[in-house]
């Protein structure tokens, strides 16, 4: 068993968790105002990304310069990892890749505390990856329990690139927004990723 196998009933019945699902969790959070240089980039990548239509395009021309982005509002004290092994517990299913996995550290070469945020890419039905997402949060956050530092809640999200969904994870509570955000909200979407990254670590992002 790994990451992939999970449906959301399943890892909420595996690690015993409660479920909350609220409409406009993140209601509160301030948008956080993209770069030119971003919206210049998705401008020129969406056609691309869309007419081959597969997840790694998808990955690669959206989600990536995204959180490339995230980086650079967070004066580069974060790191992503795309594709990483990040197994935890093979025992209990924690075993397998992660799309992209955010830490707030600055090291580059191997997943370093904290991990606060997953990013888990699926070319269509989002629904059907939170149980995935979920998963690879929940290892998150024994990885964190692990540096005898744990953080209060860990982000994950599930995306298409044009479309986003969004859960939080806090000791057995488990948050999942209702809201479906599109590349339209591109500010909404970037202040909610920031958000849990400043919950995680205690700073803000750097804005002109």
């Known amino acids: 068993m790994s990451y ?34 971003l919206r210049d980039a998705l401008e020129d990548n969406l056609i691309l ?5 597969t997840e790694k395009s998808r ?11 995230l980086r650079k509002q967070f004066n580069k004290k974060i ?10 517990d093979s025992a209990r299913g924690l075993n397998g890749n992660c799309d992209f996995l955010i830490s707030g550290s600055e090291e580059l070469l191997f997943i370093k505390y904290p991990v606060i945020a997953i990013v888990e890419a699926k070319k269509e039905d989002l629904i059907a990856g939170l149980g995935q997402c979920l998963a690879e949060m929940i290892a998150a956050q024994i990885f964190n329990e692990r ?35 599109y590349l339209s909200d591109l500010d909404k979407i970037l202040g909610i990723l920031a958000n849990g990254i400043s919950c995680g670590m205690g700073i803000l992002p750097v804005t002109d």
């Open 49 to 53: 990304a869309l007419g081959s239509n």
């Open 79 to 88: 790191s992503f990892f795309s594709g990483v092994n990040f197994t935890i």
């Open 147 to 181: 540096e005898i530092q744990p953080i209060s809640s860990i982000l994950g999200t599930v995306t298409s690139g044009t479309n986003w969904r969004f859960l939080r994870l806090q000791n057995e509570q488990v948050d999942i927004d209702l809201t479906e955000y």
């Open 4 to 37: 992939s196998d999970f449906t959301l009933p399943s890892v909420l019945k595996a690690f015993d968790l409660k479920c909350s699902e609220i409409p406009n969790l993140f209601s509160e959070v301030e948008p956080l105002e993209p770069s030119k240089f």
């Open 59 to 69: 990955s690669e021309l959206i989600i990536t310069p995204i959180l490339l982005e």
